[in-house]
């Protein structure tokens, strides 16, 4: 898959300085680490000097910082006094801080005077990865080779376009995955491998990952500064990151209901009844496999995009969008190396890529139908991981 990060290589420090971006300050309330508030905690309440994105819990304010980095290709280091080191500055105020502010101010009057308040203009509408946007097309845009960026919200295939229907790219993951009687046997299943991150070297880091019909689902990354964890219990979504200010948060709002639907894909044989809106948009191509396409979209706005290999039929990429104030926040996931596991076949390498890392897993076992502790699903426990 390539990457649209253009030259940012993540290191293990390098990952620590860039979520880092994502909070200004903490104040003396910060997130419990204990248990979660029944109320969320506002960007306000947690973080010194938010002058614009207030009112929001502190899960959606982060993926805000994750939006504005990948949209312009920016840094903690680039927008925060002292970002990187042992001292930094969060609640200083450096110009290009200033320009945010003023971006956001404008980017919603826009939105609000000229789209009935839809989202419609974003930060990447005009800087596509670039710092100041371009004003001109060039001529090699015109007249070169053909660059598409596909909408979040996908066009629905035209009668006669030749698209498969709904239910015929699912029968057929059904029958590349090696049928409905192996997969309806599965009610829970645990993977173990590494993952390592984009642009580091290396073994990578020890890595799990557990899942239990119909909504419970886990991914632990074993990292020398601490795990990071990504839980859902079936109600409860929790996200923790080692050595940044606010380490450890509950999932609300449209990332709580994204975490909900990654929980669910965890038994992909059975995402054809979690929306009742799938529709087929126009085939494509991703690193020249053809895939069919599938999107569905909740009430809430969060959606959801499958690519199937259109000659296995087997998953090839997973995106879900949860929307932000500032913009919708993808997560991608990629598959291959597809193998037999008892008669079921199952990736052993994958992605997982969003706005603040991408992870390149490497699975070296699968157990089906194992006992799973509860405790795995549940919010994680913030401690050093052992090597």
């Not at 614009?52 to 840094?75: A, N, W």
């Not at 390592?196 to 909504?215: C, H, Q, R, T």
């Not at 080692?242 to 059975?270: D, H, I, M, R």
Request: charge should be neutral; hydrophobic fraction near 40%.
């Amino acid at each position: 898959m390539s990457s649209s990060w253009k030259g940012l290589v993540f290191t293990s420090a390098a990952l620590v300085m860039f979520v880092s971006v994502f909070v200004y300050s903490v104040t003396s309330t910060q997130v419990s680490a204990q248990g979660a508030s029944p109320k969320p905690q506002m960007s306000e309440e947690v973080y010194k000097n938010v002058q614009v994105l207030k009112g929001i819990p502190v899960d959606e304010f982060i993926g805000t910082m994750g939006v504005f980095s990948t949209s312009l290709t920016l840094c903690c280091g680039n927008c925060h006094t002292g970002a990187g080191t042992s001292n930094p500055k969060w609640e200083d105020d450096p110009p290009r801080k200033i320009v945010t502010r003023k971006m956001i101010t404008m980017v919603n009057e826009i939105n609000k005077t000229h789209f009935g308040g839809r989202q419609v203009v974003t930060c990447w509408t005009c800087h596509r990865g670039s710092l100041n946007p371009a004003v001109t097309a060039p001529m090699d845009f015109a007249y070169g080779d053909t660059v598409v960026v596909p909408p979040d919200v996908l066009p629905r295939a035209a009668d006669g376009s030749g698209a498969p229907t709904v239910d015929q790219v699912f029968a057929k993951y059904i029958q590349g995955v090696g049928g409905q009687a192996a997969v309806d046997k599965i009610t829970s299943w645990s993977a173990k491998g590494t993952s390592i991150l984009f642009g580091e070297v290396g073994d990578g880091n020890p890595s799990e990952m557990y899942a239990k019909a119909p909504n419970q689902w886990a991914m632990y990354v074993h990292q020398r500064e601490g795990d990071v964890a990504r839980t859902f219990d079936g109600t409860t979504a929790w996200f923790q990151l080692p050595l940044t200010v606010t380490p450890q948060y509950p999932l609300t709002g449209g990332l709580e209901e994204s975490a909900k639907f990654e929980a669910a894909w965890a038994f992909p044989w059975k995402i054809k009844s979690y929306f009742p809106n799938w529709r087929v948009s126009y085939p494509s191509t991703i690193d020249g496999t053809d895939v069919d396409v599938l999107q569905a979209q909740s009430p809430t706005g969060m959606i959801a995009t499958l690519y199937f290999d259109r000659k296995t039929g087997l998953p090839k990429r997973m995106i879900r969008y949860a929307k932000t104030v500032v913009g919708r926040m993808p997560v991608q996931w990629d598959y291959s190396d597809y193998k037999p596991v008892q008669g079921v076949m199952l990736p052993f390498k994958f992605s997982y890529a969003w706005v603040s890392e991408r992870e390149d897993w490497q699975l070296t076992e699968y157990q089906l139908n194992p006992t799973i502790d509860a405790a795995k699903f549940a919010k994680p426990v913030n401690r050093a991981a052992a090597r």
